[in-house]
Nanobody, 126 residues
Framework: QVQLVESGGGLVQAGGSLRLSCAAS????????MGWFRQAPGKEREFVAA????????YYADSVKGRFTISRDNAKKTVYLQMNSLKPEDTALYYC???????????????????WGQGTQVTVSS
């Protein structure tokens, strides 16, 4: 099992920044990559960004490219999501997820992520 705990959410004005953290514990060696997803009220959960543990390769949704940066600290088993130039439409519950090594490609595919955190709320006011 892999346990994931997110932190860093909060209320921020449009144009502001937040940094989310996701601390992983347990059988983290069984994970291949980590991802961030978000779900706004009344909407389906969507992919935000992902990063591979081994080489740090990153993947982003078009909606956040150039504004969000995902990074990882292998020693701390922690993944970060730096969010800049936040917009009201970024308001959502943000989830951290651990990706199984048995899937390849398409880092936006939710089914490839076997473990999920409880989420941290991000609210951007206009």
């Amino acid at each position: 099992q892999v346990q994931l705990v997110e932190s860093g959410g909060g209320l921020v004005q449009a144009g502001g920044s937040l940094r989310l953290s996701c601390a992983a514990s347990g059988r983290t060696f069984s994970t291949y990559a980590m991802g961030w997803f978000r779900q706004a009220p009344g909407k389906e959960r969507e992919f935000v960004a992902a990063i591979r543990w081994s080489d740090g390769n990153t993947y982003y949704a078009d909606s956040v490219k150039g504004r969000f940066t995902i990074s990882r600290d292998n020693a701390k088993k922690t993944v970060y999501l730096q969010m800049n130039s936040l917009k009201p439409e970024d308001t959502a519950l943000y989830y951290c997820a651990a990706r199984s090594p048995y899937y390849s490609g398409n880092y936006a595919y939710e089914g490839a992520y076997g473990f999920w955190g409880q989420g941290t709320q991000v609210t951007v006011s206009s």
